[in-house]
């Protein structure tokens, strides 16, 4: 039987792979432990790799990756795990990929490089209703019992994500900051390596400093995603969007002890 309070979860085939449950909220209570994991991409799992995750009770899993990226890997999941796909960042769903990293003999450096930055505000209020069908999609999923939701590198699209669901929830914000910057740390030997072999013979066209700032997981980065969804009023803003406060509620007591 797996360890219930677990953090980091190994796997052969994904590196980032972690339990959202433990961290405390504002108000005394906790998110529980082997309900909510989020992760980087699963086509890679091995069938033990599944089986880990279903003895953790996963039902469903949500791949907020582009289309292009679901088409170049696709996730196959068990006969009893749901799978639904959101693309979160929309503008990617055209740019051709190659082995989890956009293709960039088919696109100009300068587009590729683009492609790479990321505006954490940006992404999330510019795709507000793609955030409200993934909310409304994990509510749906965590009744019935554990979700994973993921991305390609499980950083930027499963970070905002995962520092959404944190803060409707209420959950102190250094722990919101801590779950995001351990990122880059789990990633080394995964998406982060594959991206440095894969551009190392595009060195002289690549800023390292932008590179490095596209595998980094810096708090400052999400701090001004919480900042900026504190300005915004951001639960009344997803009210006003799809996900009323009655939705948010019934997530918020899914996932709160």
């Known amino acids: 039987m797996p360890m219930r309070y677990m ?3 190994p796997l052969d085939g994904a590196y980032n792979v972690r339990d959202l449950g433990g961290y405390s909220t504002i108000d005394g209570f906790a998110t529980k432990w082997g309900l909510l994991y989020r992760g980087d991409a699963l086509y890679r799992l091995t069938e033990s790799d599944w089986q880990v995750l279903l003895e953790r009770g996963v039902h469903a899993a949500i791949d907020l990756r582009s289309r292009s990226e679901v088409e170049a890997n696709p996730i196959v999941t068990p006969t009893n795990v749901e799978y639904e ?7 990617q769903d ?4 190659s082995n989890a990293m956009p293709d960039v003999s088919t696109i100009s450096m300068d587009k590729f490089m683009e492609s790479m930055k990321l505006d954490y505000s940006k992404t999330l209020f510019d795709n507000l209703s793609c955030c409200v069908d993934i909310l409304n999609a994990i509510t749906k999923h965590l009744a ?3 979700v994973i939701f993921i991305c390609t590198a499980g950083k930027d699209r499963t970070g905002i994500i995962a520092a959404v669901i944190l803060y409707l929830c209420g959950v102190n914000r250094e722990d919101i900051i801590a779950d995001y910057i351990v990122s880059s740390t789990y990633n080394t030997n995964g998406v982060n390596k594959v991206m440095r072999t894969m551009l190392e013979k595009f060195v002289n066209l690549l800023d ?9 997981s810096k708090p400052e980065t999400i701090i001004n995603l919480l900042d900026d969804m504190d300005d915004k009023n951001f639960k009344s803003l997803l009210s006003e969007n799809g ?3 009655e ?4 997530l918020i007591a899914t996932f709160i002890e």
């Open 94 to 97: 055209d740019i051709s990929v």
């Open 208 to 216: 390292p400093s932008t590179l490095n700032d596209c595998m980094a």
């Open 247 to 250: 939705k948010q509620q019934k």
């Open 85 to 91: 796909n959101f693309s979160l960042m929309r503008e």
């Open 7 to 9: 953090k980091h979860i």
């Open 243 to 245: 996900f009323d406060m």
């Open 144 to 146: 019935h019992g554990s």
